[in-house]
């Protein structure tokens, strides 16, 4: 069994800090193997906000827990133009990490970060063709039998949020056939600050049985319809069990889990915790 905390969109410079000290108590009691953070570290890219997330991550592997991390949007330089176009990921290289593409395997667990931020648009988030290579390659190297996690701060779907439907990653169809064809098994990603679960088949027909998994915003004061929260996921049997852990205005608290279990390439929810949602 391999136990992963999600965490996206901290937005260090917009974020509470009581939030961000529950949530390095709760990754320190949940003692989790891996804790996946899906993007925008940072609310404006500046030096400061990227010392403060900085801290929090060195905070996190002093206690013992290995990171992987992704940029977003936010983690781009909006209004210093010259920086944005020229240099747009330096500071994340310096603060963050250097890779921008991680890749960390667990028993019988393989996570593969993909950067999808992109200086010519100040939301969006595409993928390229040589960051579809990169995952083939990569996953062909790993054990048939590992879970494959590939992590993105854009979403690979449209999710629908507070009755609107967001936009799909840039290129999509190119990123579909590489989850497909990798064999991915589970998408992690953040942005639309909104944690949710879903089969991929149940969004696009064509993206077969991969699991899609949304964290909400770990630590920003921005929500959108829903507290600040973030996510667990327990892989092991061919199964996978993801918690929400929302905030209550004191603490973060886990809602009722949802069960999924693997049959013919796909993640079927299980029919109990179907009818509780």
Request: glycine content about 8%.
């Amino acid at each position: 069994m391999a136990r992963l905390v999600h965490l996206s969109d901290l937005h260090f410079g917009a974020h509470d800090q009581e939030l961000v000290e529950a949530v390095e108590l709760q990754a320190d009691e949940l003692k989790p193997d891996l804790v996946v953070i899906s993007g925008d570290f940072t609310q404006r890219a500046r030096t400061e906000q990227f010392r403060e997330a900085c801290h929090f991550l060195e905070s996190l592997r002093e206690n013992g827990h290995e990171v992987l991390g992704v940029p977003g949007n936010h983690d781009v330089p909006l209004y210093d133009v010259l920086r944005r176009f020229l240099s747009p990921l330096a500071r994340y290289r310096r603060f963050i990490d250097e890779t921008l593409c991680p890749f960390i395997e667990l028993p019988g667990v393989a996570v593969l970060g993909i950067n999808t931020a992109r200086s010519l648009t100040f939301k969006d988030g595409r993928i390229n063709k040589d960051q579809v290579q990169f995952i083939r390659e990569t996953f062909a190297r790993t054990p048939s039998e590992s879970v494959r996690i590939l992590v993105t701060h854009h979403p690979l779907l449209a999710l629908e949020v507070g009755g609107e439907v967001g936009r799909a990653i840039g290129r999509q169809e190119m990123a579909l056939d590489a989850v497909e064809e990798s064999g991915v098994d589970m998408l992690l990603a953040g942005h639309n600050h909104h944690a949710s679960s879903h089969d991929a088949s149940d969004l696009v027909t064509r993206a077969g049985g991969v699991l899609v998994v949304q964290a909400g915003t770990a630590t920003s004061t921005r929500v959108r319809e829903q507290e600040q929260s973030f996510n667990t996921i327990d892989i092991g049997d061919g199964s996978a069990t993801i918690t929400v852990h929302a905030w209550n205005g004191s603490a973060f608290r886990p809602t009722a889990p949802r069960r999924y279990r693997m049959h013919d390439g796909r993640w079927i929810l299980q029919k109990s915790e179907e009818a509780a949602h």
